[in-house]
C-alpha cells in the first residue's frame, strides 16, 4: 500500500506509463526521480526533529534564509540518479556539474534558492537540477515549520513566492473548488475558478478551456490577454488522480496549447 506523497506519485507514474507510450519516458524518468526526492524528504525529516529537539523551537520564515551548504552533501547522489536514468542532455549536463565540484553546485542551488528576489532562471538543465534537488527541502520545511497563510488569494506561492505550476479542482458541492499547487514547494492555496493566474483577467470570454480525448481529467486554461496557459486537474472526474503527475503526463495538451500559441506559465518539472 503506497503512504507517504512520493510513494502515491511513483505508484500513478508507473500506472499512467503503463497505459499512455506518449508519456512513458518521461514517467520513467519522473520515477527515478521522485524515488530520490522520496528518500532524501524522510532523511530532512530526521534530521529536522533532530535540531528542533535540540533547539528546543522552529525557524520562522524558513524560506528567507540562506541555503545550508550542508545540504550539498546529497547533490552527487541526485547526479548519480540523473546519470543513470535522465535523457541524454542532461546527462550530459550531470557529468558537467560534477566535474564542477560542490562550490560550484552549492553556488547554483544558492541562485535558485534565491531567485525571488533575484529573477527566475530560464527554463534548461540549471533549473532542473536546482529545482529537482531542492524541491523535498522546500515541501518539507513548509510543512514541519507548520506553516499557514490567511492572507488575500496571492497568484505566486505563499511561503515561497514561486509561480504556480498548476491547478487542481476539488469536489465542493455540486462543483470543483480550485486550487493553484506551488511549482517549488507544492503548496497548493485556493484561487477563483474565472481569474487568470497569470495577469488576472476575469472575463470568461478571454479564458478558454481546452480538454483532449486521452486524459479527460486534465484541462488547459488558457487567457487571451496576457496569452499564458496553466493545466488543470479535475479530481472530481478523477478521484485516483496524483496532480503533479497527472498534469505531467498530459503531454499532449501543452502541445495543443503551444500551437494555439499560449505559454506556459511555469515549466514543470520536466522542463515542459
Ligand atoms: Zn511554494
Ligand atoms: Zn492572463
Known amino acids: 500500500m503506497p503512504q507517504n506523497d512520493w510513494q502515491r506519485r511513483i505508484a500513478r507514474a508507473e500506472e499512467l506509463g503503463a497505459q499512455y507510450s506518449f508519456a512513458a519516458e518521461i514517467l520513467r524518468f519522473y520515477v527515478a526521480i521522485a524515488r530520490f526526492q522520496g528518500n532524501f524528504y524522510e532523511e530532512l525529516g530526521r534530521s529536522f526533529e533532530r535540531s528542533r529537539a535540540e533547539a528546543g523551537r522552529v525557524e520562522s520564515e524558513p524560506f528567507v534564509r540562506p541555503l545550508h551548504p550542508e545540504l550539498t552533501g546529497r547533490f552527487g ?61 522546500a515541501a518539507g520545511i513548509r510543512s514541519w515549520s507548520n506553516m499557514r497563510w490567511s492572507g488575500p488569494t496571492p497568484y505566486r506561492c505563499p511561503f515561497c513566492r514561486r509561480k504556480p505550476g498548476m491547478g487542481v479542482l476539488r469536489p465542493l458541492g455540486d462543483g470543483g ?78 502541445l495543443w496549447a503551444q500551437k494555439q500559441g499560449y505559454t506556459k506559465l511555469q515549466c514543470n518539472l520536466m522542463q515542459l
Request: a negative charge; charged letters at 25%; hydrophobic letters at 35%.
Open 77 to 137: 547522489r541526485f547526479l548519480s540518479v540523473v546519470e543513470e536514468n535522465g535523457p541524454d542532455p542532461l546527462r550530459e549536463a550531470a557529468r558537467e556539474l560534477r566535474d564542477g565540484g560542490a562550490d560550484s553546485h552549492f553556488q547554483m542551488l544558492t541562485v535558485f534558492w534565491n531567485e525571488s528576489e533575484t529573477g527566475p532562471l530560464p527554463p534548461g538543465p540549471r533549473d532542473f537540477f536546482a529545482r529537482a534537488f531542492l524541491q523535498p527541502y
Open 177 to 254: 473548488q480550485r486550487s493553484l499547487v506551488c511549482s517549488f514547494c507544492l503548496a497548493e492555496w485556493e484561487f477563483r475558478r474565472i481569474v487568470c493566474p497569470g495577469c488576472g483577467e476575469e472575463n470568461h470570454a478571454k479564458l478558454p478551456v481546452y480538454t483532449a480525448e486521452e486524459l479527460k481529467h486534465v484541462r488547459v486554461e488558457g487567457c487571451d490577454s496576457c496569452r499564458s496557459y496553466i493545466k488543470t486537474v479535475d479530481l472530481t472526474k478523477s478521484g485516483l488522480a496524483e496532480p503533479i503527475v497527472d498534469e505531467m503526463a498530459s503531454i499532449p495538451l501543452d
